[in-house]
C-alpha cells in the first residue's frame, strides 16, 4: 500500500480483466477509491466481488453504463461524484481489437471498434472533464497501443482506432490544461491478457522475438504507467502518449 492516490476517486472503463483489472489494483494499492466500469452487470459484479476478496480493505465499487451513449456515461459519472465527493482520475481503457484483413473486413465490425475504442473515450472524457472543470483538476489516461505510431500490417481498425485515441489525447490536453486537467495516454506493446490470448501462437511468437527485452508485457507493467501519470508525481505532463512496450520499434 502506497498513499500516491489518497483521498482520490477513480474509474477505469474496461476494469473487469486484464489490463483494466491490474489499473483498478494498482489505484486500490494507492489509496484511491475505485471504481470499475464493466460492460454487463454480471461481470462488472464478478470483478467487484474478486477485488473485494483480495483485498478487504480496498474501497471498491462498480458500474455498467454504456460506454458509448454519453447520456448514460454522465449520469453514471454524476452518480460517482454524488457517491463519494469528487471524479480525480479516468482511466479510459476499455477497447477490442480485430485482426482480419482489409478485403474480410465487415462494415459493422469496423464501426464496433471505432465505437468503443474512440467514440467512447470521447463520451467518458467529455463526462468526466465537466466534473473535472467544476471541481478545479482532474487527470484522464487514455489507453493507446505501440500500433498507433505506424499501424499493423492486417486489421486496420484497431490501429485507427489508436491513432484517433492519440489525436483525442493530444488535443484534450490543449483544451482543458486551462481547467488543470491533465490528459496523457499510455501505449503498450503485446500484453499479455485475453486480447492476446485469442492470437495465433505463430502470430505471437515473432512479435515476441522482435522485442528487445525479450517479453510482452504483464498487466502489472501497463498498470503501473497508469499509475504514474495518474500522480502527482506527473503534475506537469499532459499531452504526452507514453510508450509501455520494451524498447519495441514497430
Ligand atoms: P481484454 O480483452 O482483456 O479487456 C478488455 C476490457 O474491455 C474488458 O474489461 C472488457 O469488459 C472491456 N470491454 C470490451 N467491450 C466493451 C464494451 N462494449 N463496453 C465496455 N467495456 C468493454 O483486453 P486488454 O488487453 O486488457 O485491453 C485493454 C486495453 O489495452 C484496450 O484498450 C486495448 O486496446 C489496449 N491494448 C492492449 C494490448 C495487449 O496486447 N493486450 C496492447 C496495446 C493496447
Given at each position: 500500500?502506497?498513499?500516491?492516490?489518497?483521498?482520490?476517486?477513480?474509474?477505469?472503463?474496461?476494469?473487469?480483466?486484464?489490463?483494466?483489472?491490474?489499473?483498478?489494483?494498482?489505484?486500490?494499492?494507492?489509496?484511491?477509491?475505485?471504481?470499475?466500469?464493466?460492460?454487463?452487470?454480471?461481470?462488472?459484479?464478478?470483478?467487484?466481488?474478486?477485488?473485494?476478496?483480495?483485498?478487504?480493505?480496498?474501497?471498491?465499487?462498480?458500474?455498467?453504463?454504456?460506454?458509448?451513449?454519453?447520456?448514460?456515461?454522465?449520469?453514471?459519472?454524476?452518480?460517482?461524484?454524488?457517491?463519494?465527493?469528487s471524479l480525480d482520475i479516468l482511466a479510459n481503457n476499455a477497447g477490442i481489437s480485430q485482426n482480419t484483413p482489409l478485403f474480410d473486413y465487415k462494415d459493422e465490425d469496423f464501426d464496433k471498434i471505432l465505437n468503443l475504442n474512440i467514440k467512447a473515450l470521447?463520451?467518458?472524457?467529455?463526462?468526466?472533464?465537466?466534473?473535472?472543470?467544476?471541481?478545479?483538476?482532474?487527470?484522464?489516461?487514455?489507453?493507446?497501443?505501440?500500433?498507433?505510431?505506424?499501424?499493423?500490417?492486417?486489421?486496420?481498425?484497431?490501429?485507427?482506432?489508436?491513432f484517433a485515441v492519440n489525436g483525442l489525447t493530444k488535443s484534450l490536453s490543449r483544451e482543458l490544461g486551462p481547467y488543470k486537467i491533465r490528459v496523457n495516454a499510455v501505449a503498450p506493446g503485446v500484453t499479455r491478457t485475453d486480447m492476446v490470448a485469442v492470437l495465433p501462437d505463430e502470430m505471437i511468437q515473432p512479435i515476441i522475438k522482435n522485442i528487445p527485452m525479450g517479453r510482452m508485457a504483464e498487466p502489472e507493467d501497463i498498470a503501473n504507467a497508469f499509475l504514474f501519470l495518474a500522480s502527482d508525481l506527473a503534475s506537469y505532463i499532459s499531452g504526452a502518449i507514453l510508450p509501455v512496450a520494451g524498447a519495441v520499434v514497430i
Open positions: 500500500m502506497n498513499n500516491l492516490l489518497k483521498g482520490k476517486v477513480a474509474v477505469v472503463t474496461g476494469g473487469t480483466r486484464g489490463i483494466g483489472y491490474a489499473i483498478v489494483k494498482k489505484y486500490l494499492e494507492a489509496g484511491a477509491i475505485t471504481v470499475l466500469c464493466g460492460s454487463r452487470e454480471e461481470t462488472a459484479m464478478k470483478a467487484l466481488e474478486k477485488i473485494k476478496a483480495e483485498m478487504p480493505e480496498a474501497q471498491v465499487d462498480a458500474i455498467w453504463p454504456n460506454l458509448s451513449d454519453r447520456s448514460e456515461v454522465s449520469a453514471a459519472f454524476e452518480g460517482i461524484k454524488e457517491k463519494y465527493g470521447y463520451a467518458c472524457s467529455r463526462a468526466a472533464a465537466q466534473i473535472m472543470k467544476e471541481q478545479g483538476g482532474g487527470v484522464i489516461i487514455n489507453t493507446s497501443s505501440i500500433v498507433s505510431f505506424n499501424g499493423q500490417g492486417t486489421g486496420c481498425g484497431y490501429p485507427t482506432s489508436k
